[in-house]
């Protein structure tokens, strides 16, 4: 299937690891340009001259926290200034700290909200009017499973990844006439390094090993395994073709039928 995304310019954030780097590995392998950006620079630039090795697309790449004003104008300055355009934008960053309500003070809610609803925001602003006026565009907010079906010992994720989806769903009608499209894709447990994290976390407040609670997640899951970074991919870079240009306004799981809601 030709997804129509060969010399589409995308931006996609927190792209050294995870679900970031492998949804920037499937854009690239469908032929976008790619800038990507995180905060570990050594981790970054092999994620980008490998996924450059392997597709052989155009991967540019910025070190930069966006949960900082500048961070977040530096990797959208580089990507403007690169491809002239932004036709794709991934937003997605690391879960904030586990925890239940008592153990999070103001200041740790505050780093919460910059690093996953600030960065969503001013990210999408920046790159949103050249869509409206080419009238092409794909917004992408990766989220959780915790924004759909809260998860014990996340109270952080649970709150700020649901703003997330308020502002995509809200903004997706205000931008539907100019052919730009707004979804938020849900990952579930997936085999990344946040899983391993929240593993340990659990763990520590159970009083049991992180393999222990890595089995539970497993038995959670009605397909019985966490899913590989390249399954959450693949629905990325559908969301972001041509393919899709009629979805928007959509939280997808992709989650091996963890959420149970009918909805």
């Known amino acids: 299937m030709d997804l129509g995304l060969k010399n589409k310019a995308a931006l996609v954030v927190a792209a050294s690891k995870g679900l970031g780097r492998a949804v920037a590995e499937e854009l690239a392998a469908e032929g976008a340009n790619l800038m990507i ?129 308020g502002f995509s769903r809200t903004l997706a009608n205000e931008v539907a006439a100019d052919g730009v499209t707004v979804n938020t894709l849900i990952p579930g447990y997936t085999r990344t390094e946040r899983v391993e994290e929240l593993a340990v976390a659990n763990a520590t407040k159970e009083s049991t090993t992180p393999a222990a609670v890595m089995a539970r997640f497993e038995r959670e899951i009605p397909m019985h395994r ?25 939280s997808i799981a992709v989650d091996g039928g963890w959420i149970r809601a009918l909805m």
């Open 37 to 165: 950006c995180a905060r570990n620079r050594e981790a970054l630039e092999s994620a980008r001259d490998e996924i450059a090795k392997s597709t052989g697309a155009d991967v540019r790449a910025v070190a930069a926290d966006v949960s900082q004003a500048d961070g977040i104008t530096a990797v959208t300055s580089a990507a403007l200034s690169a491809f002239g355009r932004v036709d794709i934008v991934v937003t997605n960053a690391g879960g904030p700290p586990a925890g239940i309500f008592e153990m999070h003070d103001w200041a740790t809610w505050q780093r919460a909200v910059d690093l996953t609803l600030r960065s969503a925001v001013e990210v999408t602003r920046v790159v949103l009017p050249g869509m409206r006026q080419r009238r092409w565009g794909r917004v992408i907010h990766i989220t959780s499973i915790a924004a759909k079906q809260p998860v014990d010992n996340l109270m952080l994720s649970n709150s700020i990844r649901a703003a997330v989806t």
């Open 226 to 250: 966490l899913a590989e970074p390249r399954e959450f991919a693949a629905l990325a870079a559908f969301i972001a073709s041509e393919r899709a240009s009629y979805i928007t306004g959509q």
